[in-house]
């Protein structure tokens, strides 16, 4: 199926999304039975295990909400997050990092990992990159459910070029003194081997290419 280029194209991070809600409501019925024991305690028939039960009590709750605030606030940020493939560009924007963006007239192809990768890594790295001259940007495809991924990736290839590599790692890079200079990835085409880099917050670094004998 074609999809219309002129329409922009919205997928939310529903993967994650589900994962947060379910960590939510399960610190919020443990909140709730924190509070039963609250009210329990205050029973004359169990007056003597009155301290323990309020000891107990406000344990559970603290830990019931150190949990569930910060998942609040993470599921706030999933609201406003996802990934746009418009017309003229594509823009990510995921909890906790800067918007990414790339115009297609920038762009020239995208990269996807794939499934299998996907899977090793039990959806915790990322998944779906955009790379221009000197720079890339991380889509974050591991949030979408494979359906989703799937048609997200044919409206990236009605812009621009999907890649799959014959075979990529992670790497770490030093400088002679031993410090971090930078992470990324070194992937493997038929004839080109490609160097991302990622040297801040921003998820903008370097690439370059060259072709292989």
């Not at 344990?59 to 003229?88: D, K, Q, T």
């Not at 890079?173 to 992470?183: C, T």
Request: with cysteine; proline share 4%; net charge positive.
């Amino acid at each position: 199926m074609k999809l219309n280029i002129d329409t922009t194209m919205q997928y939310r991070f529903a993967i994650h999304t589900r994962r947060l809600t379910i960590i939510a409501i399960v610190s919020a019925l443990v909140l709730v039975v924190a509070g039963s024991l609250v009210l329990l305690s205050t029973f004359p028939a169990l007056s003597g295990a009155h301290d323990l039960l309020l000891l107990a009590a406000y344990l559970i709750g603290f830990l019931a909400l150190a949990f569930l605030l910060p998942m609040l606030i993470l599921l706030y940020s999933y609201r406003r997050s996802g990934v746009w493939i418009e017309p003229g560009r594509v823009h990510v924007q995921f909890p906790g990092e800067n918007q990414q963006e790339m115009a297609w007239s920038e762009a020239r192809f995208a990269v996807n990992e794939g499934e299998e990768y996907l899977r090793a890594s039990k959806g915790k790295e990322g998944l779906g990159h955009v790379f221009g001259e000197t720079r890339y940007i991380r889509l974050h495809l591991e949030g979408l459910p494979p359906e989703q991924r799937a048609q997200a990736e044919q409206a990236l290839a009605e812009h621009i070029q999907v890649r799959r590599p014959r075979a990529f790692t992670l790497m770490t890079l030093f400088n002679s003194r031993g410090e971090l200079v930078a992470r990324g990835r070194l992937y493997l085409f038929d004839n080109e081997l490609l160097c991302a880099e990622n040297r801040g917050e921003k998820r903008v670094g370097d690439w370059s290419a060259r072709h292989l004998p």
